[in-house]
C-alpha cells in the first residue's frame, strides 16, 4: 500500500527535482483538498459510530478513522435496543424544525436529527436512555502526516492527487506553463477515469422502470 512518502517521492521523481521537499509535501496536500469535495467510490461510504447518552441531545463528531469530518451526511441509523435489538433510520430534519420540537421538552429513541456548525449534530428527542447510531456520507478523510501515513488519496487516487500536485509545483515554484498544462490535461484525464469507475461502481447492474 502507497504511503505519503511513497507519493512525495513519485512526485519528485516527475519533477527531476531533489531539493523541493517542502513544497512537495503541500502540493500533495493541497491537491488533495483540491478534489476531496467531489465523491468518489472510496471517499463516500464509511459508518461513524456513535453512542446517544441518557439526557444529552448534541453531539460533536470528532474524527475518527478514516473520516476527518463529514460533507454530507446521507443516513443516520439508530439501535432499538442493545446488544441485539433492530436497527432504523432516524429521519433527517433541519435545526430551526429541531428547536421547534423542543418547544415542549421529550424524551424517547432518536426520531430525527440536524446538523449545524461543523461536525456537530443534534437529535430529537433528547435520549431517555443509550442508543448505538451508525452514521454515512461523503466524508473528508483525515490528513496526511507523516510519511507512513496512508489512505485511499494515496492508493485509488494517487495518479489524480500526483498529477495535481506537479500542476501546482509547475506554477510555482518550477514556474513551466508548458509543463503545467501536460500535468493539467494529465489530470483531467485521471479526474474523468475515476468518475467513469465511481459511476460504473453505483450502477446495479439491473434495468430500473422509468415512470414518465
Known amino acids: 500500500m502507497a504511503n505519503f512518502a ?7 521523481t516527475d519533477l527531476r527535482r531533489s531539493n523541493l521537499g517542502p513544497e512537495i509535501a503541500k502540493a500533495v496536500l493541497d491537491a488533495i483538498r483540491d478534489h476531496d469535495s467531489e465523491r468518489f467510490y472510496f471517499n463516500d461510504y464509511a459508518v461513524y459510530t456513535l453512542t446517544l ?20 451526511i446521507d443516513t443516520v441509523r439508530a ?20 428547536e ?28 431517555n436512555r443509550t442508543y448505538p447510531i451508525r452514521i454515512f456520507g461523503h466524508y473528508r478523510m483525515i490528513p496526511l502526516a507523516v510519511d507512513t501515513d496512508s489512505n485511499d488519496w494515496t492508493n485509488a487516487g494517487q495518479n ?13 515554484p518550477v514556474r513551466d506553463a508548458d509543463q503545467m498544462m501536460l500535468m493539467q490535461t494529465a489530470g483531467q484525464a485521471e479526474l474523468d477515469y475515476l468518475r467513469r469507475e465511481t459511476d460504473r461502481r453505483a450502477r446495479r447492474g439491473r434495468m430500473t422502470a422509468y415512470y414518465g
Do not use: C, M
Not at 511513497?6 to 519528485?12: C, E, F, R
Not at 433510520?89 to 430551526?96: A, I, L
Open 100 to 127: 421547534v420540537l423542543y418547544s415542549n421538552p421529550s424524551t424517547g429513541e432518536p426520531a430525527r436529527w440536524a446538523t449545524h456548525g461543523i461536525n456537530t449534530i443534534r437529535f430529537w428527542p433528547t435520549p
Open 160 to 172: 489524480l492527487i500526483r498529477y495535481t500536485a506537479l500542476r501546482r509545483l509547475f506554477v510555482t
Open 6 to 12: 511513497d507519493l512525495k517521492a513519485q512526485v519528485a
Open 53 to 72: 447518552i441518557q439526557g444529552i441531545d448534541e453531539y460533536n463528531l470528532a474524527p475518527q478513522a478514516p473520516i476527518q469530518e463529514f460533507i454530507k
Open 79 to 98: 439501535q432499538q435496543s442493545t446488544p441485539n435489538g433492530s436497527w432504523y433510520t432516524v429521519v433527517e430534519t433541519t435545526t430551526d424544525d429541531i
